[in-house]
Structures are given as C-alpha cells and as structure tokens.
C-alpha cells in the first residue's frame, strides 16, 4: 500500500520514487521548506488555542445567561419550563460550537496552504440550493427556536393556536403537538404559528350563572354559593386557583332571578372543576330549600 501512494506523491511533486527514497532527498526538502512547515503547525497551534478558549468563553456567557431563568424555573415554574430552557441552552452551545469549528477550520486549512476559495465557492453554491429547497424547515426550525427563547408555551400548557385548542404534548425545533379534549392530536409547524392564546398563564375567571326561583331568599342562596365556593378550593387544591363566590344578580324576569358565582380555575382543569361545582350547587340548594327555577 506505501508504493502506490509514493508513486502518485512522486508524480505530483515531480520525482521519482527512486530519489524520494534517498536521505539526501528528504533532508533537501526540509532544508528547503522547514521553515514553512514549523511556521504552518505554529499558526495552526495557535488556531487550536484560539478556537478552544473562545469555545469555552462562549460556552460560559451562554451558561451565565440562561442561568437566571433556569433557577427561576426551579423555584417558581414548572419542572417541564426548567428543562425547557435547558434544553434552549443546548441548543445555543451547539450552534455556537458548529459555527467556531466552521471557522477554526477554515482557517486551518488557509494556514496549512490549501487554497480554500474553490472550498468556499463549491459550499456557497451547495448552501444556497440547499436554502432554496428548504426554506420551510429553517423557517419552522428558527420559528421553534424564538418559541423556546421567549417563553411563549411549553409542554403541559393549555394553549388555542389557529384551530386548535387542548394541551401541548410536545414542542420541538420544528413542530409543535397539541391534543385536544376529544384526544385528536394536531401537529403544527413552528412556522405557521402567527398567533398563540396560552390559557394556562396566570388564572382563567369562570363565571356561573343560576337561575332560582323569583321568591327565593338571595341572602340564603348569596351564603349557601359562598359556602360551597370555599369548599371547592379546599378539596379541589391545584385545580382552583380562586374561591368561587356570589356575584349578584344578572338577571331578573316575571319567573325567575339569576345569580352569577365567579372564581379562578386552572384553564386544563376548567370542564371538571365547573361540573363538580355544579354538582355541590344542587345539593347545597336541596339541603338548604333553595328551590332552582
């Protein structure tokens, strides 16, 4: 296997292989180029310096930057956001990483001699049809990354995007995964995302209205809703995030009066919390004579 590959070495460098085995040839050549071959590793040595402490400077600003958020996330989000934006500071370190070892190496290559115009022309080239053919996946891919940077959902959120309303099962680079009540699943790429409800930020009101008979006492059916209100949040603790308490009135006819009960509830637990409450409504009313119209 060493004599062809002397052979093809010796037809580029003009000799043959006859000289190349003499010591006299390769003591030439050094004497000759020595010089340039210490000052290429130098520099190249240099590079490998350059490029590892700038990896590491780099690496560490990325880690002081997500490291108040991420602490946030331990303390006061949930376990899901916290590795969420671990997972932001990933990928940061690795695009961050590619494109200094990009860099590195092409600047070893210039200091080894090579001519890295052809290099650069052929990857402009093949960059460029690659960015015509995939316009939609760097469009979804640096979509998803704005997403993850700002916060604006997360896994576990109850969340409406266009159509679609229900509970993000997964959110990727690319692609986000919503499930609905019904148990459809829609996946949405990032790209198409122009506008985003997150329900699950901060406290959904919910409000309910009853309608009782016209000759029912408010102040008896004002103290049972309160009652029954507090109730709620105390057996219903995570789902409840407010007391239900009475209203008022919202509306009066001939027949009836309507009362409205309004309280906080977390948006993925809002169907349950309104039926349990209605449910101890009814029996509440029937224990204390309040007769529903």
Not at 43 to 64: E, N
Not at 79 to 107: C, H, Y
Not at 117 to 141: N, Y
Not at 253 to 269: L, Q
Request: charged fraction near 15%.
């Amino acid at each position: 296997m060493l004599l062809p590959a002397l052979i093809a070495l010796g037809s580029l460098l003009d000799v043959n292989v006859a000289k190349m085995g003499s010591t006299g040839y390769w003591v030439t050549l050094w004497t000759n180029h020595g010089d340039d071959v210490i000052g290429a590793l130098g520099r190249i040595v240099f590079i490998l310096l350059a490029y590892g402490i700038a990896r590491f400077l780099a690496f560490q600003l990325i880690s002081r930057l997500v490291r108040a958020p991420s602490k946030k996330a331990m303390h006061g989000l949930s376990g899901v956001r916290a590795a969420r934006i671990r997972a932001l500071q990933t990928v940061l370190r690795s695009v961050t990483g590619f494109v200094l070892a990009f860099v590195a190496g092409i600047m070893i290559l210039q200091a080894a001699g090579l001519n890295i115009v052809p290099l650069l022309t052929t990857a402009s080239v093949a960059g460029l049809a690659i960015g015509f053919g995939a316009q939609k996946l760097v469009r979804d891919v640096i979509s998803g990354f704005f997403i993850l940077a700002e916060d604006q959902y997360g896994v576990g959120d109850y969340v409406t995007i266009g159509l679609a309303t229900g509970t993000v099962e997964e959110l990727g680079m690319r692609t986000t995964c919503i499930r609905e009540r019904s148990g459809k699943l829609f996946i949405i790429s990032n790209g198409d995302i122009t506008q985003v409800c997150n329900h699950s930020r901060g406290t959904l009101r919910v409000s309910q209205d009853i309608a009782l008979q016209a000759s029912t006492d408010l102040e008896l059916a004002a103290r049972v809703l309160n009652e029954v209100g507090c109730a709620l949040i105390d057996d219903l603790a995570g789902k409840v995030k407010e007391p239900f308490k009475y209203d008022g009135i919202s509306q009066v006819t001939a027949a009836a009066v309507t009362v409205r009960i309004t309280g906080g509830v977390s948006a993925v637990h809002q169907d349950a919390v309104t039926m349990e409450l209605n449910r101890r409504i009814r029996l509440a009313f029937e224990e204390n004579g309040v007769q529903l119209a």
